[in-house]
Every structure is written in structure tokens, then in C-alpha cells.
């Protein structure tokens, strides 16, 4: 069975920069999107950024000019680039892959101190 492993994560003071990365154990057919999700305490997951298989990125509002999504579709790994990070953006992140069949990851912690 397939599954993505996340890196990366990790505690950072505010300002600072951290790098995700996600890489499938496997092969996964049909990929369309990949993405990254986070949940903070007490609040919903949320969608973060995500990059089509053509380059196309979307990205939250609150990370917009800080965070920067890119991919490896020969690897079928997805990154994010995160720059001057907020306490804010702590959360649990999760890596995300959609293909004929749809991928998560278990999450890696990132905490930004102020």
C-alpha cells in the first residue's frame, strides 16, 4: 500500500523558514493535485497550497508571498517552502495526492515561537 512520508517539520522562532517535504512510498496513477492541509488546535484543516500536474498553484490567503509550493512528478514528491514563518502558522501539516485514488500523510508538527 502506498503511503506518504512527510519531512521537515520542526520548531522555528518567528521569521525563520522551514522546508516541507513529502515523498510516496509508491507509484500513484492519475496524480492531478498535490497539496499541502493544516490543522492547528481546535480548528479545522485547511488547505494551505497545492500545484496541478500542469504547474498551476493555488495558495492560501494567509501564506500568500511566504510560502511556495513545487513538485517532482518523476518522484512524486511535493514540497513546501515556508518563509517568514508566524506563530500563526503553527499547525500539524499534511501532505495531500490526488489520483484515481487519494493520499494523505500522517503530518509533521511545525511550531513557530514568537
Known amino acids: 500500500q502506498v503511503q506518504l512520508v512527510e519531512s521537515g517539520g520542526g520548531l522555528v522562532q518567528a521569521g525563520g523558514s522551514l522546508r516541507l517535504s513529502c515523498a510516496s512510498s509508491g507509484s500513484i496513477f492519475g496524480i492531478n493535485v498535490m497539496g499541502w492541509y493544516r490543522q492547528a488546535p481546535g480548528k479545522q484543516r485547511e488547505l494551505v497550497a497545492r500545484i496541478t500536474t500542469t504547474g498551476n498553484t493555488n495558495y492560501a490567503d494567509s501564506v500568500k508571498g511566504r510560502f511556495a509550493i513545487s513538485r517532482d512528478s518523476a518522484k512524486n514528491t511535493v514540497y513546501l517552502q515556508m518563509n517568514s514563518l508566524k506563530p500563526e502558522d503553527t499547525a500539524v501539516y499534511y501532505c495531500?495526492?490526488?489520483?484515481?485514488?487519494?493520499?494523505w500523510g500522517q503530518g509533521t508538527q511545525v511550531t513557530v515561537s514568537s
Open positions: 495531500n495526492i490526488n489520483g484515481v485514488l487519494t493520499y
